[in-house]
């Protein structure tokens, strides 16, 4: 008997090296209060660890991940990667998320942990300029 797949946005398979961060706040809520206050105010967030990751599948509402370091359900997290055009038929994109950990594999792919994370919000992030040119 097959499982019922019981997503309702498509997964796409990838290998995406990303960074993210851990909220203070531990009830696994984003008030919205504090999703604008960390938009208007992103600078300050460097004095919170930042730690890399790797996606190996991304969709609409969620992101699955492999990391080192030790995460827990409900945690709110800062995710920041890089869509390549494989996935959003435009050049690539860097993006900010603010998702919830909603799971824990503590023994995922090649002994890290796996992580699943269920997207609150995406935000494109401006491009860099390069002054170079």
């Not at 030790?70 to 860097?94: H, W």
């Not at 799971?103 to 792919?109: K, Q, R, T």
């Amino acid at each position: 008997m097959s499982a019922i797949e019981r997503r309702s946005s498509a997964r796409k398979r990838c290998a995406l090296p990303l960074k993210f961060r851990v909220h203070e706040n531990t009830d696994g809520r984003v008030e919205e209060s504090q999703v604008r206050q960390q938009t208007a105010v992103a600078s300050t967030a460097g004095d919170r660890a930042e730690y890399p990751g790797q996606a190996l599948n991304v969709s609409e509402r969620g992101v699955y991940f492999t990391c080192r370091e030790k995460v827990t359900i409900g945690q709110t997290i800062d995710l920041y990667l890089t869509l390549p055009t494989e996935l959003t038929g435009r050049a690539p994109e860097n993006f900010r998320c603010i998702a919830r950990v909603v799971h824990v594999d503590e023994d995922g792919p090649a002994g890290l942990r796996g992580v699943g994370a269920c997207v609150d919000q995406f935000e494109p992030m401006a491009a860099l300029r390069n002054w170079a040119n």
